[in-house]
């Protein structure tokens, strides 16, 4: 049947929530944005008036959409060209959704979403729609179609798995754009041995550049020999200015509540380290460097206030 705007202003009331549920299953706001509007085709062609609570009703249709996705594309990340790691959002973005309590905002954090990668697609979607936007027990077992009990234990097992791949302290934007300058300080010193200062005895860092932009495949591992690398990655050089096309500027920022390291060339988001901070120090750098995964960081940093750059990278 033909909606009216009625049915239309309903559906665009629920867009927001949807693609933050999209968004935390899916680690990508480009496949999140699809699956919300795959749901958007299955509302229209339903029998709207019928849909007793239409929320619940979307929800699940978003969710097993998802679901799908996120089986077909463990089939796809075994392809894929070096490490895969989400497409970051920067502070203010929509897509991240609820950030009221300690919950919402740890389970779109940064680290979180890279562990969430290592749960099954039943156990993510209990974890995402209990953790992140409070669904009663009694709602997801609806939603999956298992039994309540069921989804009970799904979240615990889920819970405790992501529980324990990582011990997060939580950062406001001040606390942020200190560990960064921090950072950046110790890596365009020269030496390392300020930044192994900064870092826990088994830091690691991992790029993701999808085989579009040269990443390392294997993460550099141990605070010593990510000291090195980073102070590497910050030394200017020739071949790195003609790598990039230029001399870009770099700035701190959050990305998924986390602090972030941002690289802009031209107006045109070319990195983001996202930076796991533990009460020992930083026990991880993860930088999305794939231009397919920072199309909407760009546009996000282009309709935000970002200040001035902390420095010139090469």
């Known amino acids: 049947m033909a909606l ?8 665009e009331a629920s867009r927001p929530r949807l693609e933050a549920i999209a968004y935390r299953l899916l680690g990508s706001a480009s496949e999140a944005e699809d699956a919300v509007q795959e749901t958007f085709l299955r509302w229209q062609a ?5 849909i007793e609570v239409p929320e619940a009703w979307l929800t699940k249709v978003l969710t097993n959409l998802c679901l799908n996705q996120l089986t077909s594309a463990r089939a796809r990340r075994e392809t894929y060209v070096g490490q895969w790691l989400p497409e970051p959002l920067l502070a203010g973005d929509p897509m991240l959704g609820p950030a009221d309590t300690a919950e919402q905002r740890e389970s779109v954090s940064y680290a979180v979403l890279v562990l969430l990668e290592r749960l099954s697609p039943g156990e993510r979607a209990v974890y995402v729609l209990r953790e992140a936007f409070d669904y009663p027990h009694r709602e ?13 234990q799904i979240f615990h097992r889920a819970k405790k798995h992501v529980a324990a791949g990582r011990a997060r302290t939580a950062i406001d934007e001040a606390a942020a754009r200190r560990i960064v300058d921090e950072f950046l300080a110790a890596a365009t010193s020269g030496r390392t041995e300020p930044l192994v200062r900064l870092l826990t005895q088994d830091a690691v860092a991992i790029g993701d550049g999808g085989g579009k932009v040269p990443a390392r495949a294997k993460a550099f591992e141990g605070a010593l020999a990510v ?6 990655l910050f030394t200017p050089g020739k071949a790195k200015r ?9 700035f701190a920022a959050t990305a998924n509540g986390d602090p972030a390291v941002v690289v ?37 940093w282009a309709a935000s206030g970002h200040g001035e750059p902390l420095l010139r990278a090469f």
């Open 4 to 11: 009216t705007m009625d049915h239309v202003d309903r559906f």
């Open 46 to 50: 339903a029998d709207v008036d019928r």
């Open 140 to 152: 997801i077992a609806g939603i999956l179609d298992i039994t309540e009990a069921a989804s009970q």
């Open 227 to 232: 000291a090195k690398f980073m102070r590497g």
């Open 242 to 250: 003609a790598l990039v096309g230029g001399s870009p500027d770099v």
């Open 264 to 300: 802009v060339l031209d107006g045109r988001v070319i990195g983001v380290m996202c930076l796991e901070v533990t009460a020992e120090g930083i026990a991880a750098f993860r930088s999305q460097v794939n231009p397919d995964k920072l199309e909407r960081a760009t546009g996000r």
